[in-house]
T-cell receptor, first 114, second 113 residues
Framework: DVKVTQSSRYLVKRTGEKVFLECVQDMDHENMFWYRQDPGLGLRLIYFSYDVKMKEKGDIPEGYSVSREKKERFSLILESASTNQTSMYLC?????????????FGSGTRLTVV | AQTVTQSQPEMSVQEAETVTLSCTYDTSESDYYLFWYKQPPSRQMILVIRQEAYKQQNATENRFSVNFQKAAKSFSLKISDSQLGDAAMYFCAWGSGNTPLVFGKGTRLSVIA
């Protein structure tokens, strides 16, 4: 089975800190995604990548950046964390053949910014 | 932009009964894919079922089936013989070509023993 591993399950950071959320997948998937999940808002796409060193903005990229130096790793960076970035962050990966197979998700990182 | 709407924020069902979760979507694409994901309290998103828009036959996976009405842009999930383990958030999602999956806001399903 494909595994998508997010480095932290829970994280507490202070306002203004630089935060790194790491995601690693082990099945050679080309595509990787970062979503944010908030109650009543569902999943919203932050950034995605279809290849190494490639990145595309999703629907809510403000305040975030990403890095994909290796195929298996996709990092989400909060340059200066703010309280409105307190949320659940979900990483996902998928095959390169478009969206036909859906995605495999990690188990999420619940980030609290205080 | 594509949108996915789940009009039922919460639903409940008696154990062993059948429940249907609603999902509608808006797209001008003709070739796309639809998905239902389950998110239990463990937070792990699990793919429940998928449907290819060009296939008229409704997808089925054991107790889970869909009612796909392409003209109406409707994609509902039916859970038969509901079990306590079915209690979760359910998300409907749409995807096509290079467009990442768009998710609905979710429906929280409770199963009553």
């Amino acid at each position: 089975d494909v595994k998508v591993t997010q480095s932290s399950r829970y994280l507490v950071k202070r306002t203004g800190e630089k935060v790194f959320l790491e995601c690693v997948q082990d099945m050679d998937h080309e595509n990787m995604f970062w979503y944010r999940q908030d109650p009543g808002l569902g999943l919203r796409l932050i950034y995605f990548s279809y290849d190494v060193k490639m990145k595309e903005k999703g629907d809510i990229p403000e305040g975030y950046s990403v890095s994909r130096e290796k195929k298996e790793r996709f990092s989400l960076i909060l340059e200066s964390a703010s309280t409105n970035q307190t949320s659940m962050y979900l990483c996902a990966s998928g095959l390169g053949s478009g969206q036909r197979h859906g995605y495999t998700f990690g188990s999420g990182t619940r980030l609290t910014v205080v | 932009a594509q949108t996915v709407t789940q009009s039922q924020p919460e639903m409940s069902v008696q154990e062993a009964e059948t429940v249907t979760l609603s999902c509608t979507y808006d797209t001008s694409e003709s070739d796309y894919y639809l998905f239902w994901y389950k998110q239990p309290p463990s937070r792990q998103m699990i793919l429940v079922i998928r449907q290819e828009a060009y296939k008229q036959q409704n997808a089925t996976e054991n107790r889970f089936s869909v009612n796909f009405q392409k003209a109406a842009k409707s994609f509902s999930l039916k859970i038969s013989d509901s079990q306590l383990g079915d209690a979760a958030m359910y998300f409907c999602a749409w995807g096509s070509g290079n467009t990442p999956l768009v998710f609905g806001k979710g429906t929280r399903l409770s199963v009553i023993a």
